[in-house]
């Protein structure tokens, strides 16, 4: 069973940056495409990048061309770089497998991302 553990959130202001981590516990994700989703307080769940097991990326159009996702399997993290963060960033930002897969593992804790005007 594979565990996902966010971090690296926390609070920062408009313009900043923040480095998230995603690692798994319990297996390993190589040959799995991955995603980073974010939940705003009275939002739905939603997915801003995702990652493909050859390393390919897309973007939700809200983070493009600021965030980045990128793997390393060797240690079982996925990562999600934010540049020129916005308040409207703000949400509990969490990794699994990218929307529409035929399963997903159990979702992690989150981590929290506060960005202020």
């Known amino acids: 069973q594979v565990h996902l553990v966010e971090s690296g959130g926390g609070l920062v202001q408009a313009g900043g940056s923040l480095r998230l981590s995603c690692a798994a516990s319990g297996s390993i994700f190589s040959g799995y495409s991955m995603a980073w989703y974010r939940q705003a307080p009275g939002h739905q769940r939603e997915s801003v990048a995702r990652i493909g097991s050859g390393g390919s990326s897309n973007y939700a159009d809200s983070v493009k061309g600021r965030f980045t996702i990128s793997r390393d399997d060797a240690r079982n993290t996925v990562y999600l770089q934010m540049n020129s963060l916005k308040p409207e960033d703000t949400a509990v930002y969490y990794c699994?497998?990218?929307?529409?897969?035929?399963?997903?593992?159990?979702w992690g804790q989150g981590t929290q991302v506060t960005v202020s005007s």
């Open positions: 699994n497998r990218p929307p529409f897969s035929t399963f997903y593992f159990s």
